[in-house]
């Protein structure tokens, strides 16, 4: 026994006594450990809320607009491009310095309203503690606020409250709670105040109601033994705010780029500049000018911006997948998804009790159909089973014995009271008892309700024609018990054959089938009441009936669609491994054969867990940090792994995963703030669809990275020439600024738009660090830069040749190294395959859009007085166009050409051509 004094001593280290198993205690230990064998006093309440606080739990820490403008800005190509501007502004060249600084403010304002959408998860959590309590203190019964309540106190329950603190149960009618946002547990859980086991898990402690969790049926009474941050809810809350969010696969590989880019463009400049003052003879103002050109156009200004439009497209496109993006950099994550870790009930199941067979006089009967929906067909092994006599009564016998009502709501059909008597008036609509008409034919007149002591559930009903009936619904051990004979299929009854019923239960209960056996007794049609000695033996055995929370169909094939593309899927669920193993074997699991529970992880160390997290793809009664440590499992096996939940106990490991996926439908406030995605329709099949889209995304910004960077390239490259050799400049500092924030940007945006390749579900997942910059990538940009070097000057130098003339000279090369990327376009969009074919020529609409929209621009640029003055651009003729138009067409055939070769070595070594789209 634990005394008081040592309960207190504890009570100062952990909380309220967060150590102490109080589910192996019986309920006078709990009194006595807590001092409150009588209701408590005011004195007692008031000393009590000094000790252990208020019962709530902490605010959340945020970060205030300053901070989060401050994060934005710490990135390299951010202070490189600042500097530029404010060397340009002390040396006068003001539009310089406003360009510049726009491109600044720009991609720093889309990255802050971004951040702007932070996790609310800890006050999520918070709002799920209840607001009011029924207490029992001196001076008797009385509702106060939650927050109030203190260890010691004594707390009513009652149908449809939220449990107001962690409570050791000391008495139970019927009392059944919803703990599926602590557990996973679809059902609701019946209590007892039997003491439990000391190693019993979360979920079977059965003498325990949760803070947070909701009570469906019956009444109870009990301790508070845990307040505030000690519940399970509050420990839960501490993990979430211990938890730290990684950053996406993508945000890394941009930094890394970010960084090596920076550190070679100051090394390139410093470079440039002292070789310049060796070689170049210019002015050493004009050369510092030059570099600073130089800068300008080795940075993609318009890869942020490109950037956060791939993702905001594919955002919107995963809205019309029943998918919400909170943190936009994920949809390209989604992408990299090597592993999907999902709970089980509501996202790879329905989350509706259904019963799914039925054993009637030695036959095993199948039930189809979907949820709560009454179609469905009912077979034996030879066809449709009707008509039998039996069958009828079993119906009965379900729809009668049951306190459950469906209510149909907006096209979706709802349980009133216990899910599993839901699905058995479901099963009876089946057999063909109508609940309304028969039922008003069968009223009842007593009943003996479910309690866990007696682990069952009867009813008197008596017909119109003055015949009496007495149903009982139960445990299948208990129920047979109680039996001396069965009903055949005729409707007599025969002797019952307990060994044999008894392997018919074993056998539903292998299938992860949760069992029910339903009987009857003749009753007088005097009879008006019902004890539970009418019931304890002489029953007639009607038959056993099976439920399960069945899976969706479209998830089976969505977890087929995950294999085909290389990704493995995982369930961990707080439901019985038994239970998790037969759905597994249904949905299309690859390793169904293993179960590990959330006991034999405690026994792992981290090492072992790392192998047995590898191998095996089914957990069963998990807790929260069982789920975190799952997760950072397969993320130290290199994985970039996606989680499902929507329980609070899923939160925790929702905001560690790369990818945290909420239930939008039946998930908690919690789960949705922790997580980076919410689906609108609870659905696995949506999770699938967004790794598409993933893909697409990543796809698409590869293709808009080797369309952007070629361009830098040769700009940068030119002005290297021009300066190492002391030629002019061909395009100034302010011209490619123009290039690179206008034509460039609107023509890459239109990569975001491209479709999905068609096989795109059937490639393996990258590698969490694969480089955006790899292979075929790094060549192509290399290819193209000297191609874009060629156009550049050859533009220049006949324009200088024609017309000798510096502003006219400059124009057409821009609108060369213009016209060069919008044919670059057309062949980027096929890396593998030929782009001078009616596809490839007509492009999308919103390719054709922006060719015309850049077009337009650059005619502005060219013939615009105002432009002139601003860019110092001056008009071309005709031949001069021509000549920019020819340079396009050339890298464009130069480029088929390379495809062509590239493609055709490839074949020939018998390895596949590397794809630089992804």
């Not at 001196?138 to 260890?151: C, F, M």
């Not at 307990?498 to 056998?507: K, L, P």
Request: glycine fraction near 8%.
């Amino acid at each position: 026994m634990l005394s008081s004094e040592s309960f207190l001593s504890n009570a100062g280290e952990s909380s309220a006594g967060h150590g102490v198993h109080w589910h192996a205690m019986d309920i006078d230990e709990t009194r006595l450990a807590l001092s409150a064998a009588a209701p408590l006093v005011a004195s007692e309440v008031a000393e009590r809320l000094e000790q252990y606080g208020h019962n709530r739990l902490p605010e959340a820490h945020r970060r205030g607009p300053l901070a989060r403008l401050g994060n934005q800005l710490k990135n390299f190509l951010i202070y490189v491009l600042i500097t530029a501007a404010t060397i340009t502004a002390l040396l006068g060249h003001w539009v310089d310095t406003t360009v510049i600084l726009a491109v600044v403010v720009i991609q720093t304002l889309v990255g802050f309203i971004q951040e702007g959408k932070a996790e609310q998860a800890l006050s999520a959590i918070r709002h799920m503690l209840a607001p009011k309590a029924l207490v029992i203190r001196q001076g008797g019964q009385q509702k106060i606020d939650a927050a109030e309540l203190v260890p010691g106190d004594t707390v009513v329950l009652e149908p449809g409250d939220r449990v107001p603190a962690d409570i050791r149960l000391e008495r139970c009618n019927n009392l059944k709670i919803e703990e599926a946002v602590l557990t996973g547990e679809s059902e609701p859980v019946d209590k007892t105040t039997s003491t439990q086991p000391s190693d019993a898990v979360l979920g079977d402690q059965l003498n325990m109601a949760f803070s947070g969790t909701m009570v469906a049926t019956g009444t109870g009474r009990g301790v508070v033994v845990r307040t505030g941050q000690s519940t399970e809810i509050g420990r839960i809350s501490g993990l979430l705010q211990d938890t730290t969010t990684l950053k996406t696969p993508l945000l890394e590989q941009i930094d890394r780029f970010a960084r090596y880019l920076s550190l070679i463009i100051i090394v390139a400049g410093l470079a440039i500049f002292g070789g310049g003052l060796v070689l170049s003879g210019l002015p050493v103002r004009e050369l510092f000018m030059a570099v600073v050109g130089l800068t300008v156009a080795a940075i993609p200004e318009g890869l942020p911006a490109i950037l956060t439009i791939t993702l905001a497209i594919g955002v919107r496109r995963m809205a019309t997948r029943h998918a919400v993006v909170r943190r936009m950099p994920v949809i390209e994550t989604l992408g990299a998804v090597s592993v999907i870790c999902s709970d089980k009930t509501g996202t790879l199941t329905r989350n509706e009790m259904m019963v799914t067979a039925a054993v009637v006089a030695g036959n095993r009967l199948d039930i189809g159909g979907e949820g709560y929906e009454p179609e469905g067909d009912i077979r034996d092994g030879s066809g449709i089973a009707a008509g039998s006599k039996l069958l009828d009564e079993l119906g009965r016998a379900a729809a009668l014995c049951n306190d459950a009502n469906l209510k149909r709501h907006e096209g979706t059909i709802r349980v009133a009271g216990d899910p599993m008597e839901g699905a058995l008036k479901v099963f009876a609509q089946k057999a063909g008892f109508d609940p309304e008409t028969d039922g008003r034919q069968w009223p009842r007149a007593d009943e003996i309700p479910f309690d866990a002591e007696y682990r069952f559930m009867a009813t008197l009903n008596h017909d119109h024609h003055r015949h009496g009936v007495i149903y009982v619904k139960g445990a299948p051990e208990r129920i047979l018990e109680m039996s001396t004979r069965m009903v055949t299929d005729s409707g007599d009854t025969a002797a019952l054959d307990r060994q044999s019923w008894t392997n018919a239960v074993s056998e539903l209960a292998s299938e992860g089938l949760r069992v029910l056996a339903l009987a009857r007794r003749p009753a007088d049609p005097s009879q008006n009441t019902l004890a539970v000695e009418d019931v304890e033996e002489g029953l007639e055995l009607l038959g056993l009936v099976g439920l399960l929370d069945p899976p969706r169909q479209e998830a089976v094939q969505a977890i087929q669609d995950c294999h085909d593309a290389g990704i493995r899927v995982k369930m961990i669920t707080g439901d019985h491994a038994m239970t998790a193993s037969a759905i597994g074997a249904r949905l299309g699991l690859k390793n169904t054969a293993r179960v590990i529970t959330g006991r034999d992880i405690d026994q792992l160390d981290e090492d072992e867990l790392k192998q047995v997290a590898g191998e095996v793809d089914i957990f069963a009664r998990t807790s929260p940090e069982h789920k975190l440590r799952l997760v950072e499992a397969l993320q130290a096996l290199h994985g970039v792994v996606a989680m499902t939940g929507d329980g609070v106990n899923d939160a925790p490991a929702l905001k560690r995963a790369d990818v945290g996926i909420a239930m939008g439908v039946k998930g908690s406030e919690a789960a949705r703030e922790a997580a980076s995605v919410v689906l609108l329709d609870d659905n696995f099949a949506s999770i699938a669809a967004a790794v598409r889209e993933g893909r697409t995304v990543y796809t698409n910004l590869k293709k808009a990275i080797a369309f952007m960077l070629p361009i830098n390239g040769g700009e940068s490259v030119s002005l290297i020439t021009a300066l190492l050799l002391g030629l002019a400049l061909p395009i100034s500092a302010l011209q490619i600024l123009w290039v690179n924030m206008v034509s460039s940007v609107i023509l890459a945006m239109t990569l975001a738009f491209e479709p999905t390749e068609p096989d795109v579900m059937k490639r393996p997942p990258r590698l969490r660090d694969e480089s955006l910059l790899a292979g075929f990538v790094v060549w192509r940009v290399a290819f193209v830069s000297l191609l874009f070097l060629t156009g550049i000057f050859a533009a220049w130098y006949w324009a200088m040749h024609v017309f000798d003339d510096e502003a006219v000279a400059r124009t057409l090369a821009v609108n060369t190294l213009v016209a060069m990327e919008v044919f670059y376009l057309f062949a980027v969009r096929y890396l593998d395959s030929a782009s001078i074919t009616l596809r490839g020529v007509l492009g999308t609409p919103i390719v054709l859009l922006a060719v015309g929209a850049v077009i337009l621009l650059q005619l502005l640029f060219t013939y615009l007085p105002l432009f002139h003055q601003t860019f110092s651009s001056a008009p071309l003729t005709p031949a001069a166009l021509a000549f920019a138009t020819s340079a396009g067409v050339v890298v464009l055939v130069v480029l088929e050409l390379e495809t062509w070769l590239r493609t055709r070595w490839g074949r020939g070594r018998g390895s596949p051509v590397s794809s630089g789209s992804g």
